[in-house]
T-cell receptor, first 111, second 114 residues
Framework: GENVEQHPSTLSVQEGDSAVIKCTYS??????FPWYKQELGKRPQLIID?????GEKKDQRIAVTLNKTAKHFSLHITETQPEDSAVYFC??????????FGTGTRLTIIP | ETGVTQTPRHLVMGMTNKKSLKCEQH?????MYWYKQSAKKPLELMFV???????ENNSVPSRFSPECPNSSHLFLHLHTLQPEDSALYLC?????????????FGPGTRLTVL
C-alpha cells in the first residue's frame, strides 16, 4: 500500500518568514495530494490540495508543489503569522481510494 | 455546530466498560470514516462506510465495532478496551467514496482508557 513520509516533525519560524514542509510518497499511481491543518484542540481541516496533472497550486499565502518524478510534494507558507501555528498533515491517495496520511508537522510561529 | 459533529467530546472508561461514540454529518455525504489519532503517529484509518455499507476494515481489533444505520450517522462501539487504545477518535465524511480526498472532519472524541 501507499506510504507517506513527512518532514520535519517540528518546525519553528520567525513571524514573517516562510515555512516549508515536505512529504514523499511511495505509490507512483497516487494522484491526489491534500494538506490538512489541525489547530490545537480542533479538527483537521483541508487547506489546499493538488492533483497529479499540475505541478503547483497557490492560494494566497500558501502554495503546494508536486514533483511526480521524485514522488514528493511540499507545502509552502509565506509571510507566516501567529495563526499559522498548528499541526499540518499531508496525505496521498489514488482516485476513488482512501487517504494515507503523513505523521504531521508541528509548526510554531515565533512572534 | 454544523457539518460533522461527534459526541461525547471526552470519554474516560475502564477496561471492562462498554461505551459508544457517535458521529453525525449534516452535509448530505454518502461516505463516512473513523480515524484514530495517537501522539506522534499518522492518522490511522479504521473503518470506511459508503451508503451504509462497510467497504474497508483496516485490521482493527474486534473490541472496536462500527455501526452505520444510515448515511448520516456512524457509531463506534467500544468494549474491553486497552490503555493503548487511548487516543483521539475522529469521524469524517466525504461526498462519495470516490471523492475520498475531500474529507470533512468532526471535532473528535478524546478517549482515555484506565
Amino acid at each position: 500500500g501507499e506510504n507517506v513520509e513527512q518532514h520535519p516533525s517540528t518546525l519553528s519560524v520567525q513571524e514573517g518568514d516562510s515555512a516549508v514542509i515536505k512529504c514523499t510518497y511511495s505509490d507512483s499511481a497516487s494522484n491526489y495530494f491534500p494538506w490538512y491543518k489541525q489547530e490545537l484542540g480542533k479538527r483537521p481541516q483541508l487547506i489546499i490540495d493538488i492533483r497529479s496533472n499540475v505541478g503547483e497550486k497557490k492560494d494566497q499565502r500558501i502554495a503546494v508543489t508536486l514533483n511526480k518524478t521524485a514522488k514528493h510534494f511540499s507545502l509552502h507558507i509565506t509571510e507566516t503569522q501567529p495563526e499559522d501555528s498548528a499541526v499540518y498533515f499531508c496525505a496521498a491517495s489514488l482516485a476513488n481510494e482512501k487517504l494515507t496520511f503523513g505523521t504531521g508537522t508541528r509548526l510554531t510561529i515565533i512572534p | 455546530e454544523t457539518g460533522v459533529t461527534q459526541t461525547p467530546r471526552h470519554l474516560v472508561m475502564g477496561m471492562t466498560n462498554k461505551k459508544s461514540l457517535k458521529c453525525e454529518q449534516h452535509l448530505g455525504h454518502n461516505a463516512m470514516y473513523w480515524y484514530k489519532q495517537s501522539a506522534k503517529k499518522p492518522l490511522e484509518l479504521m473503518f470506511v462506510y459508503s451508503l451504509e455499507e462497510r467497504v474497508e476494515n483496516n485490521s482493527v481489533p474486534s473490541r472496536f465495532s462500527p455501526e452505520c444505520p444510515n448515511s448520516s450517522h456512524l457509531f463506534l462501539h467500544l468494549h474491553t478496551l486497552q490503555p493503548e487504545d487511548s487516543a483521539l477518535y475522529l469521524c469524517a465524511s466525504s461526498p462519495t467514496i470516490g471523492l475520498a480526498g475531500i474529507q470533512y472532519f468532526g471535532p473528535g472524541t478524546r478517549l482515555t482508557v484506565l
